[in-house]
């Protein structure tokens, strides 16, 4: 792939991630106008050309969820329309992953529909951050790189959680993602039983591990109303571990509560990533810490023709200009 081919665009949703992504590949975002009709349709306009070129999207379909969806349906579409070359649809954040199975018998697959959706406009490679489900890449006949922030949030947590901390798996789901994260601190896991009572309200039935007096690093891959670990830290608290307690998640949705559900007097720190902008829900315990080097360092294996089997293991660290790409904030 030829620098010169290549142009990136930015949805509405994180242009803050998406400029600190082109500012790393020295490489300016592309001229696009993205508003609402006045019935709160979406529209879009794409002011370079991209005939023949290989065009970047990036936008995380977090909240609102349906406008930056048909936003980044709609910037795909613009370009394909216009003879792009290829479409690579950069999305941090995948919304609706949590519809990945039907619970019951009238239920859709919203993940699966959207995969649909994605490729009828054009798109043929998707990059995600931590998927909520690696199943979700099956839903793509197109090429999906679903790229780790673990090793960017490892970096970070490194000299920050206390010695003897163990990871904790707040359920089944989260444990091939707790065993990475303690390879990495080079410590052990416990993983809690958890059972969702609601879209909204979860209870942890037992703990499987050794928690007493021990510091605890609870990981997930989302905070969205911070229902799941509230409830973790209860049950850990009860189990005998030490209040000290670190939060990292991939993905802070943060949803109107979770502050306060995070405000927790055992918890020392809430780490999450820029995959989804944080706007003005910050408080004192919350670092964010930026996946803008992971995005730009795939952006540039992509341009190269390169593996990218080396941001899985180290998490990147250089661009091809020498700066560094793992930064905290
Ligand atoms: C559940 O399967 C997910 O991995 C997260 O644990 C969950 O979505 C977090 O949501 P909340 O913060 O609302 O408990």
Same mark, same amino acid.
Request: neutral net charge; proline residues 5%; aromatic residues 4%.
């Given at each position: 792939?030829?620098?010169d081919k290549v142009i990136i665009?930015?949805?509405?949703?994180?242009?803050?991630?998406?400029?600190?992504?082109?500012?790393?590949?020295?490489?300016?975002?592309?001229?696009?106008?993205?508003? =609402?009709?006045? #019935?709160?349709?979406?529209? %879009?306009?794409?002011? &370079?050309?991209?005939? +023949?070129? /290989?065009?970047?999207? @990036?936008?995380?379909?977090?909240?609102?969820?349906?406008?930056?969806?048909?936003?980044?349906?709609?910037?795909?579409?613009?370009?394909?329309?216009?003879?792009?070359?290829?479409?690579?649809?950069?999305?941090?954040?995948?919304?609706?992953?949590?519809?990945?199975?039907?619970?019951?018998?009238?239920?859709?697959?919203?993940?699966s529909m959207i995969a649909v959706?994605?490729?009828?406009?054009?798109?043929?490679?998707?990059?995600?951050?931590?998927?909520?489900?690696?199943?979700?890449?099956?839903?793509?006949?197109?090429?999906?790189?679903?790229?780790?922030?673990?090793?960017?949030?490892?970096?970070?947590?490194?000299?920050?959680?206390?010695?003897?901390?163990?990871?904790?798996?707040?359920?089944?789901?989260?444990?091939?993602?707790?065993?990475?994260?303690? =390879?990495?601190? #080079?410590?052990?896991?416990? %993983?809690?039983?958890? &059972?969702?009572?609601? +879209?909204? /309200?979860?209870?942890? @039935?037992?703990?499987?591990?050794?928690?007493?007096?021990?510091?605890?690093?609870?990981?997930?891959?989302?905070?969205?109303?911070?229902?799941?670990?509230?409830?973790?830290?209860?049950?850990?608290?009860?189990a005998g571990a030490r209040p000290?307690?670190?939060?990292?998640?991939?993905?802070?949705?943060?949803?109107?509560?979770?502050?306060?559900?995070?405000?927790?007097?055992?918890?020392?720190?809430?780490?999450?990533?820029?995959?989804?902008?944080?706007?003005?829900?910050?408080?004192?315990?919350?670092?964010?810490?930026?996946?803008?080097?992971?995005?730009?360092?795939?952006?540039?294996?992509?341009?190269?023709?390169?593996?990218?089997?080396?941001?899985?293991?180290?998490?990147?660290?250089?661009?091809?200009?020498?700066?560094?790409?793992?930064?905290?904030?």
């Amino acid at each position: 792939m030829r620098r010169d081919k290549v142009i990136i665009f930015s949805g509405t949703a994180n242009p803050a991630l998406a400029k600190s992504v082109a500012s790393i590949l020295d490489s300016p975002l592309g001229d696009c106008a993205i508003s =609402r009709f006045p #019935d709160g349709e979406v529209s %879009v306009r794409i002011d &370079e050309p991209v005939r +023949g070129r /290989e065009v970047f999207l @990036i936008q995380p379909t977090s909240p609102p969820v349906n406008d930056n969806l048909v936003e980044l349906l709609a910037m795909a579409d613009a370009c394909h329309r216009s003879s792009a070359g290829a479409i690579t649809a950069i999305v941090p954040y995948f919304g609706y992953a949590r519809s990945d199975k039907r619970h019951g018998r009238r239920e859709p697959i919203t993940a699966s529909m959207i995969a649909v959706l994605m490729q009828a406009v054009g798109i043929r490679h998707v990059v995600m951050v931590d998927l909520h489900s690696s199943q979700i890449e099956g839903f793509f006949q197109t090429a999906v790189d679903n790229l780790t922030a673990v090793p960017t949030l490892c970096e970070f947590l490194r000299r920050r959680v206390p010695s003897g901390t163990v990871v904790i798996s707040p359920d089944e789901g989260r444990v091939k993602m707790a065993i990475d994260y303690a =390879r990495r601190l #080079d410590t052990s896991i416990a %993983v809690l039983h958890k &059972e969702r009572k609601s +879209g909204t /309200e979860t209870r942890v @039935i037992n703990v499987v591990g050794e928690v007493r007096d021990r510091p605890c690093l609870i990981i997930d891959d989302m905070i969205s109303t911070g229902g799941t670990i509230a409830e973790s830290i209860d049950a850990l608290l009860a189990a005998g571990a030490r209040p000290e307690i670190t939060i990292a998640a991939s993905h802070g949705l943060l949803l109107d509560g979770a502050k306060e559900k995070l405000s927790h007097a055992a918890i020392r720190e809430v780490v999450v990533t820029d995959t989804i902008p944080i706007f003005n829900k910050r408080w004192p315990q919350l670092q964010v810490v930026s996946v803008g080097p992971l995005i730009a360092a795939a952006i540039q294996c992509f341009m190269e023709d390169r593996s990218l089997t080396a941001l899985f293991r180290n998490g990147l660290i250089r661009s091809a200009n020498g700066r560094h790409l793992t930064r905290g904030h």
